[in-house]
């Protein structure tokens, strides 16, 4: 593997890690929003990565024998579940019952995700640092 393929690796991997900690972040900060353009209660969105493989040309001229593969996002997808029920008669989307329809957020959960997620941008964020160095290292040898 050459040095710019685990650049497009950790870079692949960086891109998405954004998309998830912006994903995240959306959902902690409608955690308490009971009323959407759409109607209803906001929806929790949950991203999903799948493998990606680098591509042929820039393997073949690395001339690897295993593919090497980045990742991306697949897909977000919206909770399509029921919202939680919280009695607040107070409440302008209160329904005649009194129970108000509240996103099916849990904000711990989503902390530790945003949590995961940014140690994984971090570690990313190292690989560069490190096949950087090592490139730095390579070229001093040639002086």
């Known amino acids: 593997m050459d040095l710019f393929t685990t650049f497009e690796i950790a870079s ?3 891109k998405a890690q ?3 900690l912006n994903t995240i972040s959306s959902n902690i900060a409608n955690a ?23 591509p042929f040309r820039d393997q073949l001229n690395a001339s690897m024998k295993d593919a090497a593969h980045g990742v991306k996002v697949a897909r977000i997808v919206e909770d ?5 029920k919280v009695y607040d008669p107070s409440n302008p989307d209160a329904g005649k ?7 099916n957020i849990s904000v711990l959960k989503e902390m530790v995700d945003m949590m995961s997620a940014t140690r994984s941008y971090e570690a990313n964020t190292t690989t560069i640092k490190s096949a950087k160095r090592m490139a730095l290292k ?6």
Do not use: C, H, Q, W
């Open 97 to 103: 019952d009194g129970y108000v329809e509240m996103p």
């Open 80 to 84: 399509t579940g029921p919202g939680r």
């Open 138 to 143: 390579a070229l001093e040898i040639g002086r």
């Open 12 to 14: 692949s991997a960086l």
């Open 18 to 20: 954004r998309i998830r």
């Open 32 to 54: 308490e929003t009971t009323s959407t353009p759409e109607g209803g209660p906001y929806r929790k969105k949950s991203v999903y990565f799948e493998s990606t493989n680098i």
